[in-house]
């Protein structure tokens, strides 16, 4: 019961998800092959609405659950590293017609095959935790 926020804020989600047609394959196509606005709307909305939610957890200094302060520390500035892993999320993104959260609400939908994507994002996950301390960061 002391996570059942959670697990309704996730229903609302993939209801918004699906309703807003960011779990379509062809929705992601058209984005990728610059065809149609609509995702890169949805992309942009959640953009501002990011942008000023860090702005209010820093003007109001919020807490996390556990009551520790969020913190926000200085990012290293190397874009090589920004290209890198933005390519390697945008070519999952692209070939498998989901990122995180619309795979999730795809399986939910009755999409089962996104059960494989979501079996190879978690082992990717988990490859890159064994491998990160190797990598520049």
């Not at 309703?19 to 196509?29: G, L, P, T």
């Not at 995702?39 to 939610?53: D, E, F, K, N, Q």
């Amino acid at each position: 019961m002391k996570f059942i926020k959670y697990l309704l804020v996730g229903i609302v989600f993939g209801i918004v998800m699906a309703k807003s047609e960011a779990i379509s394959w062809y929705r992601i196509q058209e984005m990728f092959r610059f065809q149609a606005f609509h995702m890169y709307g949805i992309i942009g909305t959640a953009v501002v609405l990011g942008v000023i939610g860090v702005a209010l957890i820093k003007k109001f200094k919020l807490r996390d659950i556990s009551g520790n302060p969020i913190v926000f520390y200085p990012k290293n500035k190397s874009i090589a590293r920004y290209l890198i892993g933005g390519s390697i999320f945008g070519l999952g993104w692209a070939l498998s017609g989901a990122c995180p959260g619309p795979m999730v609400v795809n399986i939910g939908y009755g999409f089962l095959t996104f059960a494989i994507v979501l079996v190879f994002a978690t082992v990717g996950t988990y490859l890159y935790g064994a491998i990160k301390d190797k990598l520049p960061h």
